[in-house]
Structure formats: C-alpha cells, structure tokens
C-alpha cells in the first residue's frame, strides 16, 4: 500500500532526525578537524531547520483538517459561459479510481451584470446520468456561490468510474449578460 502525502512527510522527518542523531553520535566520538567538525556542524543545522519546515507545514495542515478548513475540490474549471449550450469537461476518472460525486458549485468573481436563469447540471459523459441536482441560476452577486448537493439522509451518492468523464452541462442558457462563471466538482477518490 503506497504511503500518503502526510505519512511519506512524517517518514522524512523521522529519516532526517536519525540521520542527526547518528552524525551527533559519530561527531561525540571521532576525532576530526576544526574544519570538517564545523561543516558537519553547519550541515546539521540545515537538516534541523528542513525537519522544522516539514513539521510547520504538518502541524497546519492536522489543524486546517481539525478545524474543517480543508474542503478542496476534485476539478474547477473557470471561463465557463452560461451563454452557450452544451458541455465542458470537469474531471476524467483516472485508471484504477472511482470518483464519488458529493455535489458542486458555480461560482463567479466579477459581476459582469444582471444573470437570469441559465439551467445547468452535472452529468456523467457514458450514460448522460445527472449526477447531482440540477440547478437553475438566478442573478448573483460578486463572489457569490450556488451549491448544489443531493439530499443528506441515507442516500448513496453518484459513482463515476475510472476513465469516464464528468460534465458541467448547459441545457438552457443564461438570457441575462452576467455569463462567465468557475464550476468547483466535490467527491471523493477511492
């Protein structure tokens, strides 16, 4: 089974702090020169300051998690124009993983003007299966988002599996002009 990010960042810091201690060890006991006792010296200082770094990011990020910061997305995909129909590719299932879908949003950063009405949804790309509530977008502000997710309460939530695509469908276009928007998609890989 092939570590996680965290658990390969703990291995390093565990792998670094044996290799001071073994230095620390030989140093105590072999006779070297000023020189070669200094540098060894400066060398293990810079090893110390990497393990400080790499435990900072893991303390932050065990906290973020903690604290329910971390949500991030599987797929975002900016310049979407609610002006033209069809599809846009959000995520292409890589080989060996299924994606759970848990929902996604729509989102936009600049109001361009008033929006009204595009009708959109997320749809599996081999069978066109919704994999998400549809949703209608009315006007929204800047920086404002609409999320759209399946009833909590003891639903199974969409599959999409390995090689398949998942699309951001426009079925009815935005009449208004605030037209550009970014699609975060949110699940899981398993």
Not at 118 to 124: D, F, G, L, Y
Not at 133 to 142: E, H, R, S, Y
Request: hydrophobic share 50%; proline share 4%.
């Amino acid at each position: 089974m092939k570590p996680t990010p965290f658990q390969q960042a703990v291995m390093y810091c565990d792998q670094a702090i044996q290799s001071v201690t073994n230095t620390l060890n030989w140093l105590g006991t072999a006779q070297v020169s000023a020189p070669i006792y200094s540098a060894t010296i400066a060398a293990i200082i810079t090893v110390v300051n990497q393990i400080q770094t790499v435990i900072n990011v893991l303390v932050e990020t065990i906290q973020n998690q903690e604290a329910g910061y971390v949500i991030t997305p599987i797929a975002t995909v900016t310049n979407v124009n609610l002006h033209i129909l069809g599809a846009t590719a959000l995520y292409v299932v890589p080989a060996g993983k299924t994606l759970i879908v848990t929902g996604w949003t729509i989102r936009n950063a600049v109001q361009i003007g008033a929006g009204n009405n595009a009708v959109v949804n997320v749809q599996r790309l081999s069978d066109g299966a919704m994999l998400a509530p549809a949703g209608t977008i009315n006007t929204f502000a800047i920086n404002q988002a609409w999320q759209f997710m399946p009833a909590v309460g003891g639903i199974a939530y969409d599959t999409v599996a390995a090689g398949d695509t998942v699309n951001f469908v426009v079925v009815g276009k935005d009449t208004g002009t605030e037209n550009i928007v970014t699609v975060d998609l949110l699940g899981y890989i398993m």
